[in-house]
């Protein structure tokens, strides 16, 4: 979970952040708010501050009470979610919209999913030409800086070389170092030209 502003945005694994379409404002939510919880809408049935859980110590929770939007005023489905200071469930306007196909608040995770394959994509696509920098695709030229790893994004792809001169490529290029489980590399990466 991620606090910001205010309001939270839900960080899905694999998907990125998910915001629902329908989240109306950033105030905190009072009993009677209609929420976003897991894709689903939910009221808020009571709110307990201040409560202490045993996984985390010395950690005040702020638990929600939430209720199926859909069930009417039966308690059996009712679920308690806590969270920790600031954050807490996104609001959403009472005329949501559903999916049609799978009942979930929009974006669903079907189309969550289909987002993140189309950026994994884009991201495979930077990883496809050897001797092009992944970080600012542009060529990497003998003159330049430059250090080469094996290719863990796309596996049957070319060696990966990134210019290391460059301060926003050589800061992705550690970033990779650490995906390839490579150790520190022997070679002084400060040695880039000025302006390069
Ligand atoms: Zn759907
Ligand atoms: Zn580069």
């Known amino acids: 979970m991620l606090a ?33 919880y897991d894709f689903k809408p939910w009221w808020v049935v009571d709110i307990r501050m201040d409560v202490e859980n045993r996984k985390n110590p010395g950690a005040k929770y702020t638990v929600y009470r939430l209720r199926p939007a859909d069930v009417g005023d039966s308690a059996d489905h009712d679920i308690h979610i806590g969270w920790t200071n600031r954050q807490y469930p996104q609001i959403i306007n009472e005329h949501y919209g559903l999916c049609v196909h799978c009942n979930e608040l929009l974006p669903c995770r079907e189309m969550m999913a289909e987002q993140a394959a189309v950026r994994d994509m884009k991201n495979m696509a930077r990883y496809e030409t050897p001797g092009v920098c992944p970080s600012c695709e542009e060529p990497v030229t003998h003159r330049q800086t430059s250090e080469t790893f094996p290719n863990v994004v796309v596996p049957i792809g070319p060696p990966v070389t990134f210019h290391a001169g460059r301060r926003q490529c050589r800061r992705a290029m550690e970033e990779y170092r650490v995906k390839v489980g490579q150790p520190e590399s022997q070679l002084r990466l400060d040695g880039g030209e000025p302006g390069v």
């Open 4 to 36: 910001e502003r205010g309001g939270i945005a839900v960080r899905i694994d694999g998907f990125g952040y998910w915001r629902p379409n329908d989240a109306a404002g950033w105030k905190s939510p009072e009993p009677g708010s209609l929420v976003a």
